[in-house]
């Protein structure tokens, strides 16, 4: 099956004109003006622009949290996502306290396997470090194709690891070529924080947020930049919120330290206003909370200074029902919210359209870093001669307006409910296959490939 894209607006990270792109097969072929290669479809992407398909790198599909699962399994999860124009999504793997990680990869090969409709890798979290765990990190980086290792510096009982595990694991990841990701609060003081309100009798959404404040994210942030960079592991810190935080960040650029940031959606465009409406507030509980409008302004900012690289969204859905979980008290709310089809069309209207950012940038923070962050550049995240043909061809002036009735996650609510977007997904192409075509779905579970990841490079 070959394709002809004719006369759009071409942006990758770099690049900005009028051409076109033939593909073959499931990768692109050629880029360029006047092509005039003969091909068994043709579309015409007249006044729409042209980029790679986005790589949302924070994802929870069906995980287990919580005493319950995230709504979203890998059929419903990577549906959504293609129609909002993200091609690949990386979940987390958690591995059980007390197991193996291959134990914990072979689980999530029985909820991924078959069951996708887009691509996608995985981050294993090591949750518990030890000369067992240590043992299977070679493998995993070499013979899986898995090359990032996430760490929770809370959660603890569950995921948290201390820093001595920190350290060793970091020591191993190095050594192999991978990277260490991480959830970066300080676990301690939010569980002294929970503690106290729960004893006050303080039990609404809003002292979720209050037991979670900026300190703690910027403590663990500088607490593991530190760590990184005596253990000289490639580092990455996901959702990063706060002013605090990146502030930690920016200080370690100043000893030419390189660590890698993302931020999610919402800490761009949300804010903890979201937290006086009762339980209701529910709907945003997640960790790290909701911050405050200065905290945007800072992480805007953060994306044109290159400190922040990556836009996710940190998927991880909850039905009402789950949420009502923690009705009677905000500590037993299942973190997390819906966001992964929203990502891409939300930062086009409210960063492209409002000025903050570029339309490269757009396409840096949305593919092409994450690509090259996690071992896949120029496979994914480009369109060039040779990368797989993951495309999104969009409509930059189209308006609509997200709710719960049209979105295609699997969550009885939106944490965007009418929120008005201008600019939508048209098309969507994943391996030279169109998979969305007007807001219908083209493609069936199954379709979706495990994509195999190389080591990690310092460099971006
Ligand atoms: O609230 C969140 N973020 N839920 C998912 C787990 C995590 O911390 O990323
Ligand atoms: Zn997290
Ligand atoms: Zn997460």
């Known amino acids: 099956m070959s394709l002809l894209i004719k006369n759009g607006r071409i942006i990758t ?11 073959d097969g499931e990768q692109i072929q050629a880029v360029g003006r006047n092509l005039s290669y003969k091909a068994d ?4 992407a007249s006044g729409k622009l042209v980029f790679p398909g986005g790589i949302d790198p924070h994802v929870h599909l069906d995980m287990p949290f919580m ?31 007390g197991r193996t990680l291959y134990d914990a990869l072979e689980e999530w090969q029985k909820k991924s396997q078959g069951k996708a409709c887009g691509d996608y890798s995985y981050h294993m979290a ?21 090359t990032s290792f996430k760490t929770f510096m809370a959660y603890k009982g569950a995921l948290m690891i201390d820093d001595n595990q920190m350290v060793g694991l970091m020591k191993e990841v190095k050594e192999q070529g991978g990277m260490v990701t991480v959830h970066a609060t300080n676990g301690d003081m939010i569980d002294h924080l929970i503690a106290k309100n729960r004893q006050e009798g303080n039990l609404s959404p809003l002292y979720h947020y209050l037991s979670q404040p900026e ?11 530190d760590m990184a960079h005596y253990t000289g592991v490639p580092a990455y810190i996901v959702h990063l919120t706060c002013e605090g935080a990146l ?12 660590v890698f940031v993302e931020t999610c959606i919402q800490y761009l465009l949300l804010d903890a206003s979201l937290y006086d409406k009762g339980f209701e507030s529910a709907k945003w509980v997640m960790s790290p909370p909701l911050r405050k409008k200065k905290d945007q302004e800072t992480l805007w900012a953060g994306i044109n200074q290159g400190l922040v690289q990556v836009l996710g969204t940190d998927h991880c859905p909850f039905n009402w029902e789950q949420k009502k979980m923690g009705e009677e008290d905000f500590s037993k709310i299942p973190n997390g919210h819906p966001a992964l089809e929203h990502r891409m069309e939300l930062l086009f209207s409210e960063g ?10 757009y396409v840096a923070i949305t593919s092409t870093n994450a690509a090259k962050i996690f071992g896949m550049y120029p496979r994914k995240g480009c369109l060039a001669a040779g990368s797989d043909a993951d495309i999104v061809i969009f409509d930059p002036q189209k308006e609509h307006v997200i709710s719960a009735d049209n979105h295609h996650h699997r969550c009885d609510y939106s944490a965007y409910e009418g929120w008005k977007v201008k600019g939508k997904c048209e098309t969507v192409i994943l391996r030279g296959q169109v998979a969305v075509a007007n807001g219908e779905l083209k493609v069936t579970p199954g379709m979706g490939k495990f994509i195999k990841r190389g080591t990690i490079s310092k460099v971006i």
């Open 126 to 146: 090591v949750t518990d470090f030890n000369e067992t765990t240590k043992a299977e990190i070679k493998s995993l980086i070499h013979e899986e194709g898995i």
């Open 247 to 258: 502030n930690a960040v920016r200080r370690a650029t100043y000893r030419n330290q390189k």
């Open 352 to 361: 492209v359209h409002q000025g903050k950012i570029s339309l490269n940038t």
């Open 13 to 23: 990270a770099a690049d900005d004109f009028i051409g076109d792109l033939f593909v």
């Open 67 to 97: 005493g319950t699962f995230s709504s979203d399994d890998y059929a419903t999860g990577t549906a959504a996502a293609l129609h909002g124009g993200t091609t690949m999504v990386i979940d987390f793997i958690l591995q059980t306290q």
């Open 41 to 44: 479809e043709v579309i015409d």
């Open 215 to 225: 300190i703690t994210e910027a403590e663990a942030s500088g607490r593991f930049t």
